[in-house]
């Protein structure tokens, strides 16, 4: 299929898994028993009641952007898979080829917008 638009969707792909991880790291420790899991730092600003507060508060918006972060880290894995399996662009439930535009739009799309309109909703 078209060679050169996988090609340059590997790249972009690439970029942003990179811009995902420097994200993750920023915010979160590495885990040493899962590849690709971060866990989320608790930040230490001091020991006052408001700062305490404020602790938690930043550790609860780590902890969401950590899942989100992860979430996309994994699309982005999983469809660079599929570009080395060749099986890049392929609708995972009927099978046919995506359109490019839907992967421009979408370059981690799972489904083709027929069946994602069918089936899955937000995906
Ligand atoms: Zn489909």
Same mark, same amino acid.
């Given at each position: &299929?078209?060679? *050169?638009?996988?090609? /340059?969707?590997?790249? @972009? ?6 811009? $995902? ?5 920023? $915010? !979160?420790?590495?885990?040493?028993? +899962? ?10 600003? %001091?020991?006052?009641? =408001?700062?305490?507060? @404020?602790? +938690?508060?930043?550790?609860v =918006? ?11 880290? !994994? ?6 898979? *599929? $570009?080395?399996?060749?099986?890049? %662009?392929?609708?995972? #439930?009927?099978g046919k080829? &995506? ?14 917008? #027929?069946?994602? =309109? *069918?089936?899955? %909703? /937000?995906?």
């Amino acid at each position: &299929m078209f060679k *050169k638009f996988v090609a /340059s969707k590997k790249k @972009d792909l690439q970029e942003r898994r990179h811009e $995902i991880k420097k994200q993750l790291e920023s $915010i !979160a420790e590495k885990s040493t028993r +899962v590849k690709n899991d971060y866990e989320a730092r608790f930040p230490e600003y %001091g020991r006052a009641e =408001d700062e305490n507060a @404020d602790e +938690v508060a930043n550790f609860v =918006d780590s902890l969401s952007l950590e899942n989100n972060l992860e979430n996309a880290l !994994a699309e982005v894995e999983a469809a660079l898979k *599929k $570009i080395a399996k060749n099986e890049y %662009g392929i609708c995972e #439930d009927c099978g046919k080829e &995506m359109s490019k535009k839907r992967l421009e739009a979408l370059p981690t799309a799972q489904y083709c917008i #027929d069946c994602k =309109d *069918k089936n899955h %909703g /937000s995906v």
